[in-house]
C-alpha cells in the first residue's frame, strides 16, 4: 500500500513532465519549420534577384541598342536626303542647258563643309567630265564599267538614286560609296550621270557625334545585296563584305537590333557585347550569395538561441500580459481573474467590496497639455494607490483613465470609509512643473454577495454606481442601489433621444438674472438650457450634457442655444446681454466664431450683447482652431467670461496671456458662506483682487441669502447671480420689464424659502 501510494503522487508529476516536453517538442519542432522557411524565402529572394538583374541588363541593352539605332537612322535619313537633293540640283542645271562653273558645282555641293565627299559628273559615253577632286581631268578617265553607270544608262527613266557597294575611287583613291542619278538633255534622253561619293568613314565621323557604348558596334550593309556599307566598333572592319544578318550576331553573349531604311535599300545593324556586363554583375551576383550564405549561419543560430531562451520568454509574456505596460499594475485581464477568483471562493462572511474609479478631469488636462502630461497622472494615480493598499487589498488598471479596488469587508462602514479614504486621495493635486493639477476622482462601488449573484453582475452593478456618482457630484462615491436601474434606463433614453431633440423642438432656453452691484440693476443673463423630453418632461442639462459631450451632439446643440439666445436679444432693449456657456469642444471646431459672428449680425446683435461663457481647461488648450476661434471673438469684441472659476486645475499663469473680461466665482464658495469669519470668504476676497489686478469683472454665483449678498458685495463683487434675485423663467421680455431695479435692502426671505436650484442650474461647457 506504500508503495502504491508513493507511485501515485509521483504520477502527476510524470504526466506534467510528459506534457512539457510534448510542448517543447511541438514548439521547437515550430521554430525549427519556421527557420527553415524562412532560409528558403532568403535563397528564393536571393535567387529571384540574381534572375532580375540578368534580365535587367538584357533589357537596358536592348533599349540602348534600339536607341542608337533610331539616331543612326535619322542621321543617315539626313544624309542621303542631303545628297540627293544636291543631285536633283545638279539634273536641274544640266536639263535646262544652264551654264555652270566648276565654283558653281562646288557651292551647289553644301555636302562639302559636312561630309568627306567628291561630287563628279560623267557624260552619256561614261568618261569623267567634271570632278571636285579633280575640276578638269588632265587625262581621259573611262568610268563606263561602274555599276552605277550601267545602272542609270538601262534604267534612267526611273529617275532613282543609286546607292552602290564601297568601291575603290579611281579619282579620290579611296575606299567610297558612290550615290548617283541620271542626267538628261533637253529632249530627256540619257546624257549622263552625276556622282557624289562619299569616304566609307563618313559613318565613324557620324557616330563621334552619338554616345555610343564601349561595348557596342554598328554597321550599315545593304538590305537587298548584304554588303556592308561601313559602322563604327568591332563588326565595322568587315566593310565591302557579305554578311548574313539573320543569325551572324545573334549568341547569348551578343544582342542585336535592326532597322531599315523606309526609302532606300539600307539596314542599320546594332550589337551589344554584354560579356564585360555580365561579368560585372557576376561579382555582385557572389557577394549576394554570400550574404545570403551568411544571412542562413545566422538564422540558424537564431533559431539555436530562440529555441534555448523559449521558456524565459514564455514566463515574460505571461508576466506582460496581466500586467499594464504604463503603469505597472494588473490589467484588465488580471483583474477579471482576480474578481472571478474571490467571488468563486467566498470570503469567509466577508463582503468582496468593488470600487470603479474614473478620473474627474483626465480628459480635460490630457487634451489641453498633451499625453506626456497625462501618462504622468496616470503614473501618480497609480502610484497612489499601490502605496495605499493593505496585504489582501488588489487594484488594476482596466484602461483610460479607469482604475479598479478589490477589498473584503465585514460591515457597510468599512466600505464607506473605504470609498471615502479613495476619494481623498484622489483628491489631492498632482504636482506637473508649475502646475498643481486637481485631477481628482469619482468611485462606483459594490458588493459581493449583498448586491450581486455573479463576478460579472458585481461588475456591472458597480459601473451603475460610478455613472450615478458622477452625475450627482465629481469627487465623490456612490453605492450600488436598486433605483440605480431607473437612471440607467434614464441614460437610455437620453442617448436614444439626444439626436433627434433639436428637431423634435424639444429644448428650451430659460434666463437667470444678474445683477449689477453698482446701481442693483438688471441688464444681463445667463442662459440656461431645459430638455423637454416627450416622455420623460424635464431632464436635467446634468443629465444629458455629458452624454452630449460623449457623442459630439454638444456642437449642434450649442449652435442651437446661440442662435435661440440671439433671437431673444433681439427683441430686447440693446443695452440687454445674454452670456451663453459654450464648451471647449466648440472651440475645437473649425468656423465656430465665424458661426456665432454670422448668427449675431443676422439678427443685429451688437458684440457686447453676448457673452460667451468658457471654463479654466480652455485657456490652456493649444490646439489650432481652439486659439483662432478665441482670438476671433477678441478681435471682433465679444465678451469673454470664465465660469465656475476656481474648481477647475490651476490656470493662473494663463489669465494674463489671455484677454479675458470676467470671471464668475464659482457657486460652491458662495453658498456655503454664513458668515464674515468662514474661510471661503478669504478665497473669494483672493479671486476678487486677482481680477481687479488683471482689469476683469467679477460675478459672484450661487447668492441664496442678504447675508451672502452684503458680504460679495462688500469684498468688491461687480455682478451677483442666485435665487436671491430670482429663479431662471423662459420669457426673457417679461424678465427684462419686471426686474429692471432690485431693492437691495430687502430682507433676504425670498432666498431662504426658496427651494434648492431646480434642475437647470449652469453647467461646464453648457448651462
Known sequence: MATSTKNAKKRPTTASSKRLLLSVIITDGAIAVAGIILIGVLWAFTSSQINSENLEIKINAKQQASKLTHRVKQKLHDMIKNIDQSLSIIQYLHHHQINFTDGDIISISSLKNSYDVQLAMINKYGILTTSTTAQTPTKIIDLSDRAHFKFQKLNYRLNELYISVPIFGRVSKQWVIQFTKPLFDANNNFDGVAVVSVNTNVFEKMHSNLEIPKDASLIVFGSLDKVVRGGYGDIAARTGSTIDDSNEYQNDNILQTKKSMNKWPLTILTAINLTDRQHAADAKHAQYNMLSIMATLLLLAGMLAIIKSRRHVDAKMIESAHVDSLTGLPNRKAFLKELEHRCGNGADGRDVVLHIIDLDRFK????SFGHPT??????????????????????ARLGGDEFVVLHYA?????????????CLELARPIKNGSLDLAVGGTVGVACFPSDADTSSELLARADLALYDAKSSARGSYSFFKPALFEKMKLRRDIIDGLPRAVGRGEFELYFQPIVDFTD??????EALIRWNHSVRGIISPMEFIPIAEESNLITEIGNWVIRTACEHLANCPANVSIAVNCSAKQFQVEGFSKYVIETMEEYGIKPQQLIVEITESLLVM???WT????????????????DDFGTGFSALRYLAKHEVNIIKIDRSFVREIKSEADANVSIIKMIINLAKSLNMKV?????????????????????????YFGKPAAALRSLVRANTYVNDRVDGTRAQNSAKEPLGSPIKGLA
Open 364 to 367: 480635460e488636462i490630457n487634451d
Open 374 to 395: 497625462g501618462d504622468a497622472i496616470l503614473k501618480e494615480v497609480s502610484s497612489r494607490l499601490k502605496t495605499s493598499l493593505r496585504d489582501d487589498e488588489f487594484a
Open 410 to 422: 465585514y460591515r457597510h462602514g468599512e466600505a464607506v470609509a473605504f470609498a471615502s479614504r479613495l
Open 520 to 525: 442693483m440693476k438688471i441688464t444681463k443673463f
Open 622 to 624: 493649444s490646439d489650432r
Open 627 to 642: 486659439i483662432k476661434n478665441f482670438s476671433q471673438f477678441v478681435n471682433h469684441g465679444i465678451l469673454l467670461s470664465i
Open 699 to 723: 460675478v459672484a454665483e450661487g447668492i441664496e441669502t442678504l447675508t451672502q449678498l452684503e458680504l460679495v458685495r462688500g469684498l468688491g463683487c461687480d455682478y451677483g447671480q442666485g435665487y
